[in-house]
């Protein structure tokens, strides 16, 4: 049961962090087209919520390293996050943590594959 938990909160992880940098590297060109599309900062939060939801699961049962990874790299989003809803200042923040999410939940998934088997 605890194996089956913690890859279902991996597979969350990466998916939504995947998904969060892909709407990350992609919307910016969205707004080139005349769609009248605009950046919405929540939608960046919905993402992080999700995210950190995820690690808090995780890093209850992870090792440091990987733990280590996951909280610095939510860092980074939740300050990226913040500082535009509340700062109206975009930094590029969001895309070294979505990218350290990734790698984080990754090894994760990967330590307990390799543990359980």
Do not use: Q
């Not at 060109?29 to 950046?39: A, D, R």
């Not at 209850?60 to 990226?80: F, G, H, P, R």
Request: one cysteine or more; aromatic letters at 8%; proline letters at 3%.
């Amino acid at each position: 049961m605890k194996k089956s938990t913690t890859s279902f909160y991996d597979i969350l992880g990466i998916s939504s962090a995947t998904i969060c940098l892909v709407h990350c590297l992609v919307f910016p060109l969205l707004t080139i087209l005349p769609l009248g599309i605009n950046h919405n900062p929540f939608i960046d939060l919905v993402f992080a919520t999700i995210g950190l939801l995820a690690i808090l699961k995780i890093i209850k049962k992870s090792n440091l390293l990987v733990a280590a990874t996951l909280i610095v790299s939510m860092s980074l989003i939740w300050i990226n996050v913040l500082t535009e809803i509340i700062l109206d200042i975009h930094l590029d923040l969001i895309f070294i943590g979505g990218i350290g999410m990734i790698i984080g939940h990754f090894m994760n998934y990967r330590l307990h594959k390799n543990t359980n088997h």
